[in-house]
T-cell receptor
Framework: AQSVAQPEDQVNVAEGNPLTVKCTYS??????LFWYVQYPNRGLQFLLK??????LVKGSYGFEAEFNKSQTSFHLKKPSALVSDSALYFC????????????FGSGTKLNVKP | AAGVIQSPRHLIKEKRETATLKCYPI?????VYWYQQGPGQDPQFLIS???????DKGSIPDRFSAQQFSDYHSELNMSSLELGDSALYFC??????????FGTGELFFGEGSRLTVL
């Protein structure tokens, strides 16, 4: 079964501090992993992805994520949070062996306080 | 760069009415996905199309149907609307990846159509 888990409904962090939003996956074979951000009443914006290669991938707005195969994780990180980073973050996995299905996690609300 | 276009952006309907949402994918994208996102919920997959054929089906009610046309735009038709159908409906497009295509993997989302059923 394919699944993506985001164990935290909400993450609170002070501006300037590092942030981590967690994601774990369970998928057979090599996963295609993604992070999206959603601002209120807006569509989902692509942040970054892991397909193959270096485990640390860099994306938009200073975000990065680390793929850890042994822990089946793909945590989103940023060294220094901004208030404007406050939004809903979704982890997703795509399985090319099953008709290109695309699964989202339940989302994590990031609150960055000044 | 061209993005995914959805129309209408907002729609208000009464119970038991019908509604049609339209999606225009990014040019040359061969896959279209429809998602429903209720208040405070994650996007729920409804249905997808690859090269104008239905490729996968998720939690789409029998009252809903969708199709992809020869110009690759897609329409989601919703009938006998219920209060619980009030949600944000997203369309996304992509190039298929793997043996059948050369996509880069990510889905590109439109801004969504907000349906309110009164």
């Amino acid at each position: 079964a394919q699944s993506v888990a985001q164990p935290e409904d909400q993450v609170n962090v002070a501006e300037g501090n590092p942030l981590t939003v967690k994601c774990t996956y369970s998928v057979s074979g090599n996963p295609y992993l993604f992070w999206y951000v959603q601002y209120p009443n807006r569509g989902l914006q692509f942040l970054l992805k892991y397909i193959t290669g270096d485990n640390l991938v860099k994306g938009s707005y200073g975000f990065e994520a680390e793929f850890n195969k042994s822990q089946t994780s793909f945590h989103l990180k940023k060294p220094s949070a901004l208030v404007s980073d406050s939004a809903l973050y979704f982890c997703a996995v795509r399985d090319i062996r099953l008709g290109n299905k695309f699964y989202f996690g339940s989302g994590t609300k990031l609150n960055v306080k000044p | 760069a061209a993005g995914v276009i959805q129309s209408p952006r907002h729609l208000i309907k009464e119970k038991r009415e019908t509604a049609t949402l339209k999606c225009y994918p990014i040019p040359r994208h061969d896959t279209v996905y429809w998602y429903q996102q209720g208040p405070g919920q994650d996007p729920q997959f409804l249905i997808s199309f690859y090269e104008k054929m239905q490729s996968d089906k998720g939690s789409i009610p029998d009252r809903f149907s969708a199709q992809q046309f020869s110009d690759y735009h897609s329409e989601l038709n919703m009938s006998s609307l219920e209060l619980g159908d009030s949600a944000l409906y997203f369309c996304a497009s992509s190039l298929v990846i793997g043996d059948r295509g050369f996509g880069t993997g990510e889905l590109f989302f439109g801004e969504g159509s907000r349906l309110t059923v009164l």
